[in-house]
């Protein structure tokens, strides 16, 4: 299964990134795109991701920053995890957010008086654990 | 003073919660009375003992009576808090599997576990308060 997560700082990144590598206790992995600088390479990473099928092996993608990453991924079956609260410029230009099948989130176990459609970070990996299995047998 | 008589209830319906998932397993309400409890209650040592009858007040049956009748609305609801507690167990699923896990494996995300299982506590709660257990 492949998540995509957008954070908005590097410590929100890590925050729901350990909860789910808690979870999937070596079964995770992260791809940081954000050091490769040219797209082509970047999108050779991203079809290298193995166990695409799986709910057990988790991979995280953060931060992918042109649209033509975000829809391959999209291809894949990723759910993208948008961080709820000010968005980048980034959104303004190659991100879209798909108001149907993205989700957002808050980097936090716990958080009162958030709106109906945010979830937290437990409830945002069965959220995509939910979707993950659904893509697959629309996929069958 | 209110959030902590609310702390004391929840608690004290978790406890039922418990002892209505070990009645349903075994299908017995613990009626042990102490003699000085017999005494008390002004019952005659001159019954013929050993003859038992079945248990119609106890806050058990007050649980699966409100359970039933939430059933006819909220059938997934009650199937959630049977899981829950452990009146009802899923087949290859570990008694101790998270939240998340049984969430899982009965189809569901976590927040629609935790919606459904807080409405069918919400309707026992409710339904105990009015029985006079809560």
Known sequence: MIIVLYANTGES???????????HAGLSDHVNLS??????LRIAQLNQIPDRKTERRVTVVS?????????????MGAVVCHQYGALSPLYTTEI??????????????????????????DELLSECKVKHRKFRQRAK | MSSLRHS??????????????????????????SILQMIMDGDSFDRSGGGCSPIVECVELNIESALMRFMVTNKQAVTV?????????????????????RA???????????????????CVESSLIKTGDL
């Open chain 2, 8 to 33: 004391h209830n929840k608690a004290r319906l978790e406890r039922y919660f418990e002892q209505w998932a070990r009645w349903v397993h075994t299908g017995q309400v613990t009626t042990a009375k």
């Open chain 1, 96 to 121: 879209k957010i798909s108001p149907l099948h993205d989700l957002h989130y808050v980097p936090h176990l716990t958080f009162s008086g958030l709106p109906g459609h945010v979830f937290t970070v």
């Open chain 1, 13 to 23: 990144l890590k925050k729901a990134f350990s909860y789910i590598e808690h979870q």
């Open chain 1, 63 to 75: 931060n992918p920053q042109t649209g033509r990453e975000l829809a391959l991924l999209r291809g």
């Open chain 2, 104 to 122: 899982l494996r009965m189809g569901m995300s976590l927040r629609t576990y935790n919606r459904r299982l807080q409405d069918a506590r919400v």
């Open chain 1, 35 to 40: 050091r490769i600088g040219d797209i082509e």
């Open chain 2, 81 to 101: 808090c049977r899981v829950e507690y452990g009146a009802l167990f899923l087949p290859n699923l570990p008694i101790d599997a998270n939240r998340e896990t």
